[in-house]
């Protein structure tokens, strides 16, 4: 369980952090708080991640549109206010973008899957 207090962050004062693609570039902006990790974060005009990612992520489509592929090859077009959301270690994906999308993710230890013998 997390305990957050009232709290306000202005992004245009948070630094953005470069992430070269195999393609294209990353923007990212991140605020933590109290075990997770709140990110907006930009991609460029023919972005590719250069990497297939096993974190669980709540993401939100702020602008434009960007597709998520798993590793199983399906691919998943997501546009100005969609979301998707997955646990951590269930689906490596990646993500790719034609004209840049800007988008709010947000991570932390409650995207872990709870084991059987866990309580939830």
Known sequence: MYTIPFQTFDWSSIK??????????????????????????????????????????IVYCLEGEFVSELETGEKFILKKGMSYVVS????????????????LIIDGNFLKPV??????
């Open 115 to 120: 084991l059987a013998d866990q309580p939830a």
């Open 88 to 103: 951590d270690g269930l689906s490596s994906h990646r993500s790719s973008t034609n004209d840049g999308a800007t988008l």
């Open 16 to 57: 953005k952090e470069e992430h070269p693609g195999t393609t294209g570039t990353s923007f990212w902006q991140i605020f933590f708080v109290n075990g997770l990790r709140i990110r907006r974060v930009e991609y460029s005009k023919n972005y590719l991640a250069d990497h297939w990612c096993t974190k669980g992520h």
